[in-house]
């Protein structure tokens, strides 16, 4: 690969997001020239995009940044009712078409964090796929589109025969996902001179495909550009903790939570996350990476916080900031915790303690399974003091002065209920 020459592959390269390209020396010279209209497919198949998903929104940030190109976010309101089979096991849930509208609506205010939509030259634009993908005729599509793609060389992609090898289904529906994500490439192209798209590894023989059906259907040349899929320096996948997914949304993860979550980074990672999910200069980076001991702790709280910044704003961030210290550092009870309303009549009853830390309140567990595990391990505690009981529940005695119970998964994973 040859040094790039252009500001945007500079960046990409030094900052550690590129894992594969189809012609690495075509779309540095298409950056060159601010001509890289590029696109990136986000399913909506959940109401928020989670933490996995910022490698490739990073990478629209600064294809808009250096001035190489105008970021397309497509929202695939027609994909998601097919379901990509990339990385799973078995089917995805189909989706109503209301869901779907539901999802799409909840999840694309996060983007304009990141970058900036308008009509300029290198204004984002969003676009939904089922604009074109709900009005295809069946056999037209079989016969302009699907007779370009060979069934030997689909089964030889990994979507496909992952699932295969381990003799777990795959549903013709599933099985015709690559060929929309092929005919959205050209699309694209056709519509709004798109020429890249940008996505995860795992999706390398979907955005092949669609370089390849363009080249039979006469576009322009078109490109790929790939970013590693993530994980720790202990090798767990990046974006899972025990209490689920690291969700964008605030709704769903709470500026605090996202906070803490950075901040629990481990200390291998601290270098790397900084390039990736930060946008601090390169040469601060560098002076943070060198940090050693205990010193790394405060790389750890900068890394946290300027992550933040970008998802939340600024203030949510160093509010967050302030939280922890006054939890962790003074040992106060800081009102800016997330917080979980509870009727006093459910406390007046008594609520089972293992419901108080699961989905339908803290959420600091995924269920109560988890957290009758965590009992018997010593990691759940109540107002500081560690639950022993799993039968144990949570009533009005067990109110602080302030009106709350404080709830705590570990050392850093707060929440207070507070009776109304």
Same mark, same amino acid.
């Given at each position: 690969?040859?040094?790039?020459?252009?500001?945007?592959? &500079?960046?990409? #390269?030094?900052?550690?997001?590129?894992?594969? #390209?189809?012609?690495?020396?075509?779309?540095?010279?298409?950056?060159?020239?601010? !001509?890289?209209?590029?696109?990136?497919?986000?399913?909506?198949?959940?109401?928020?995009?989670?933490?996995?998903?910022?490698?490739?929104?990073?990478?629209?940030? =600064?294809?808009?940044?250096?001035?190489?190109?105008?970021?397309?976010?497509?929202?695939?309101?027609?994909?998601?009712?097919?379901?990509?089979? *990339?990385?799973?096991?078995?089917? !995805?849930?189909?989706? #109503?078409?209301?869901?779907?509208?539901?999802?799409?609506?909840?999840?694309?205010?996060?983007?304009?964090?990141?970058?900036?939509?308008?009509?300029?030259?290198?204004?984002?634009?969003?676009?939904?796929?089922?604009? =074109?993908?709900? +009005?295809?005729?069946?056999?037209?599509?079989?016969?302009?589109?699907?007779?370009?793609?060979?069934?030997?060389?689909? %089964? *030889?992609?990994?979507?496909?025969? %992952?699932?295969?090898? !381990?003799?777990?289904?795959?549903?013709?529906?599933?099985?015709?996902?690559?060929?929309?994500?092929?005919?959205?490439?050209?699309?694209?192209?056709? !519509?709004? /001179?798109?020429?890249?798209?940008?996505?995860? *590894?795992?999706? =390398?023989?979907?955005?092949?495909?669609?370089?390849?059906?363009?080249?039979?259907?006469?576009? @322009?040349?078109?490109?790929?550009?790939?970013?590693?899929?993530?994980?720790?320096?202990?090798?767990? &996948?990046?974006?899972?903790?025990?209490?689920?997914?690291?969700?964008?949304?605030?709704?769903? $993860?709470? @500026?605090?939570?996202?906070?803490?979550?950075?901040?629990?980074?481990?200390?291998?990672?601290?270098?790397?996350?900084?390039?990736?999910?930060?946008?601090?200069?390169?040469?601060?980076?560098?002076?943070?990476?060198?940090?050693?001991?205990?010193?790394?702790?405060?790389? &750890? &709280?900068?890394?946290?916080?300027?992550?933040?910044?970008?998802?939340?704003?600024?203030?949510?961030?160093? %509010?967050?900031?302030?939280?922890?210290?006054?939890?962790?550092?003074?040992?106060?009870?800081?009102? *800016? $915790?997330?917080?979980?309303?509870?009727?006093?009549?459910?406390?007046?009853?008594?609520? /089972?303690? $293992?419901?108080?830390?699961?989905?339908?309140?803290?959420? %600091?567990?995924?269920?109560?399974?988890?957290?009758?595990?965590?009992?018997?391990?010593? /990691?759940?505690?109540?107002?500081?003091?560690?639950?022993?009981?799993?039968?144990?529940?949570?009533?009005?005695?067990?109110?602080?002065?302030?009106?709350?119970?404080?709830?705590?998964?570990? +050392?850093?994973?707060?929440?207070?209920?507070?009776?109304?």
């Amino acid at each position: 690969m040859n040094a790039p020459r252009s500001e945007f592959l &500079k960046v990409l #390269t030094e900052r550690g997001f590129i894992h594969q #390209t189809s012609d690495f020396d075509g779309v540095d010279t298409a950056a060159l020239e601010s !001509r890289l209209t590029t696109y990136v497919g986000y399913d909506c198949t959940g109401p928020s995009l989670h933490v996995g998903h910022l490698l490739s929104i990073m990478m629209l940030h =600064w294809l808009q940044k250096t001035g190489a190109g105008r970021p397309i976010t497509l929202m695939g309101g027609g994909t998601t009712r097919v379901g990509d089979p *990339s990385g799973k096991d078995e089917s !995805r849930k189909l989706l #109503t078409v209301e869901q779907i509208e539901a999802n799409k609506d909840s999840i694309r205010t996060v983007f304009s964090r990141f970058i900036s939509f308008g009509d300029g030259k290198t204004d984002a634009m969003m676009v939904d796929n089922a604009e =074109w993908l709900t +009005k295809l005729n069946y056999i037209d599509f079989l016969r302009d589109v699907g007779r370009h793609f060979s069934v030997n060389r689909m %089964l *030889s992609f990994d979507s496909v025969k %992952l699932r295969l090898d !381990r003799e777990h289904e795959l549903s013709f529906l599933e099985f015709n996902y690559m060929i929309l994500q092929a005919y959205d490439f050209v699309e694209l192209n056709k !519509r709004y /001179g798109c020429v890249l798209q940008m996505g995860g *590894s795992d999706q =390398w023989g979907n955005i092949v495909n669609g370089i390849d059906l363009g080249r039979r259907l006469g576009t @322009p040349q078109l490109y790929a550009v790939t970013c590693p899929l993530l994980t720790t320096a202990s090798g767990a &996948k990046m974006g899972k903790t025990a209490s689920g997914a690291v969700w964008l949304n605030a709704d769903m $993860l709470s @500026p605090y939570d996202y906070w803490q979550f950075w901040r629990n980074t481990e200390d291998a990672d601290v270098g790397r996350f900084l390039k990736l999910f930060t946008i601090l200069p390169m040469d601060e980076i560098a002076k943070l990476s060198a940090l050693q001991g205990a010193e790394i702790n405060e790389a &750890k &709280k900068i890394l946290a916080t300027e992550a933040t910044a970008l998802l939340h704003g600024r203030e949510a961030a160093l %509010l967050a900031a302030e939280t922890a210290q006054k939890t962790f550092e003074q040992g106060a009870l800081a009102e *800016s $915790l997330p917080t979980v309303e509870v009727q006093s009549g459910i406390l007046q009853e008594g609520l /089972g303690v $293992l419901t108080a830390f699961g989905p339908d309140y803290a959420k %600091l567990v995924p269920s109560s399974s988890e957290a009758r595990r965590q009992v018997k391990s010593g /990691g759940l505690k109540v107002n500081d003091e560690t639950v022993s009981d799993e039968r144990a529940t949570l009533g009005l005695s067990d109110l602080t002065s302030e009106g709350v119970i404080k709830l705590s998964f570990g +050392k850093k994973k707060h929440v207070l209920l507070r009776a109304v």
